[in-house]
């Protein structure tokens, strides 16, 4: 009993500790706080004023969705490329003998060369898309922000 309340003691003390440094990290970034605040409060106007702006990522998602079926495609034709292999094993476990045959492609190095180039282009145009949004939505919001008259 007595070190269980040692530990919650020193429990305490660690706490207390630790809530005195976020208090003085607090104090000492209230400006950064302040000013995130503010930019807040500037993004909240702005989706006021171009409410439209919210569904733009459901814009991205169906683009990147028209390229995944694109990708689909090829990447079905891709693996069509390969060399059907058949192989049969023996498996015994205990008095049971059982036979198990096996299929599989074999790719020559065009094929897998191919393939990663594949997966370079879903990676990038993926990123893309990304960027494309991050873009559209900076310049709106730039455009908003820097316009004389909010209303537009």
Do not use: H
Not at 5 to 19: C, E, F, H, K, R
Not at 123 to 151: C, L, P
Request: positive net charge; hydrophobic residues 55%; aromatic residues 16%.
């Amino acid at each position: 009993p007595d070190s269980n309340i040692q530990a919650a003691t020193i429990a305490a003390y660690v706490l207390w500790a630790i809530s005195a440094l976020l208090i003085l990290t607090f104090c000492c970034l209230r400006k950064q706080i302040w000013l995130s605040m503010k930019c807040v409060k500037k993004t909240g106007k702005a989706l006021g004023s171009m409410p439209l702006i919210i569904l733009f990522p459901v814009v991205q998602a169906a683009g990147f969705a028209i390229f995944m079926v694109l990708f689909l495609i090829y990447g079905i034709y891709l693996a069509s490329l390969g060399t059907l292999d058949s192989s049969t094993y023996s498996v015994d476990i205990g008095p049971f003998s059982y036979t198990v045959s096996v299929r599989d492609f074999d790719y020559d190095q065009t094929t897998q060369n191919m393939a990663w180039y594949l997966l370079f282009c879903l990676f990038w145009t993926s990123q893309f898309i990304i960027a494309v949004g991050e873009i559209v939505i900076a310049m709106s919001v730039s455009k908003w922000f820097f316009a004389r008259d909010k209303r537009k």
